[in-house]
C-alpha cells in the first residue's frame, strides 16, 4: 500500500474505533439510567449526557466520511 492509503486507512480504523467507544458508553448511559430512580434534575443530567454522546458519534462519522472521500479522491 502506498503512503496516502496506509495514513487512509489507519484514520478509518481510529474513526471506527471512536465510533464504538462512543456507543458503548452511551450504552453503559442507558443502563445506568434505566436503574435509577428519576428525577428532573437527573433526567436532564442524563439527557446532556445523551447529547454529548450523539456529537461524539457524530463527529467521528464526520472523520470516517471525510477519510472515506479523500481516499477515493486519491489525496
Known amino acids: 500500500m502506498s503512503n496516502p492509503e496506509v495514513r487512509a486507512k489507519q484514520e478509518l480504523l481510529a474513526a471506527a474505533t471512536?465510533?464504538?467507544?462512543?456507543?458503548?458508553?452511551?450504552?453503559?448511559?442507558?443502563?445506568?439510567?434505566?436503574?435509577?430512580?428519576?428525577?428532573t434534575d437527573a433526567h436532564l443530567n442524563f439527557d446532556a449526557q445523551i447529547l454529548e454522546a450523539?456529537?461524539?458519534?457524530?463527529?467521528?462519522?464526520?472523520?470516517l466520511v471525510q477519510s472515506a472521500i479523500d481516499t477515493q479522491r486519491g489525496n
Request: charged share 10%.
Open 18 to 39: 471512536s465510533i464504538e467507544a462512543a456507543l458503548m458508553y452511551l450504552s453503559k448511559l442507558l443502563l445506568f439510567h434505566f436503574s435509577l430512580i428519576q428525577t
Open 54 to 63: 450523539a456529537k461524539s458519534i457524530a463527529a467521528a462519522t464526520k472523520s
